[in-house]
């Protein structure tokens, strides 16, 4: 396809993020935890993901190419500038997995998948990848219809793959970084702080921070709890 060319570019910056968040996770942990094992093993199998993410990125980034041979989205409609078409593209697709992510939270037939998610004792980057493949297919099959219908660019979904996983990566992860950088970047972006208070044990902070990529979804909807260095313990109540 067209887009096969970024499959590169866009390998060498994710497998470069993952391995730099991986390594200075192990090196210089926030939490020290004992039910994960840093190896080259574990950074095999981390890259195997990165890897498999980005082949189906390509693959959905080709299907919207070809759909939109046949199909003018909404965005095509408003605008016929190309650069405000990836723009809009860009935000709407950080939007949608906001309210998809809130979404999974209310509901208890989508919850039961996306528990699994929250059930780690321990977040660090692997978790990143621990999603119920049941989620990962409902996912997929909405953002089939919904996207060409929307007018999804294919290069801003390419390039909000690369910058989602980064970002996911990062706020996930384990990393030991000063109080008063993970306060500012909460202002603009999802901060290991800002992700860490949404995967707590309590209910009301676990019902909060659903953004991905921007911060600001969360405070525009109301669903922002900010990270003041409270202690945090993970998992999943009981009642839950």
Same mark, same amino acid.
């Given at each position: ?26 090196? &210089? ?5 004992? /039910? ?22 390509? /693959? ?5 190419? *070809? ?28 939007? *949608? ?25 321990? /977040?660090?980057?692997? =978790?990143?990848?621990?999603?119920? %493949? ?9 953002? /089939? ?26 706020? &996930? =992860? ?14 603009? *972006? ?8 949404? &995967? ?30 409270? %202690? ?9």
């Amino acid at each position: 396809m067209y887009y096969s060319w970024l499959v590169p570019v866009m390998g060498f910056i994710m497998l470069s993020g993952y391995s730099i968040i991986y390594f200075v996770e192990w090196k &210089h942990p926030l939490y020290k935890q004992v /039910l994960t094992t840093h190896s080259t093993k574990q950074w095999l199998k981390g890259c195997l993901n990165i890897l498999s993410s980005i082949f189906m990125g390509w /693959l959905f980034a080709s299907y919207l190419f *070809i759909i939109s041979h046949h199909l003018t989205g909404l965005f095509s409609l408003i605008t016929q500038n190309l650069w405000l078409q990836g723009l809009y593209s860009f935000i709407f697709l950080d939007f *949608i997995i906001y309210a998809w992510h809130r979404i999974n939270h209310l509901f208890p037939s989508l919850w039961k998948f996306h528990a699994l998610h929250h059930k780690e004792k321990e /977040l660090n980057v692997f =978790s990143t990848f621990h999603f119920h %493949p049941k989620e990962i297919f409902i996912s997929t099959a909405w953002r /089939l219809i919904l996207l060409p219908l929307i007018g999804i660019k294919p290069s801003a979904l390419l390039i909000y793959n690369v910058v989602f996983f980064t970002v996911i990566l990062f706020h &996930h =992860s384990n990393i030991k970084i000063p109080f008063k950088w993970d306060r500012i970047l909460q202002y603009i *972006i999802v901060t290991p702080g800002l992700h860490h208070v949404h &995967h707590s044990i309590k209910m009301n902070e676990s019902n909060s921070n659903y953004g991905s990529v921007f911060s600001f979804w969360d405070k525009i909807l109301g669903s922002i709890t900010f990270y003041r260095q409270q %202690p945090i313990k993970f998992g999943i109540e009981e009642e839950l």
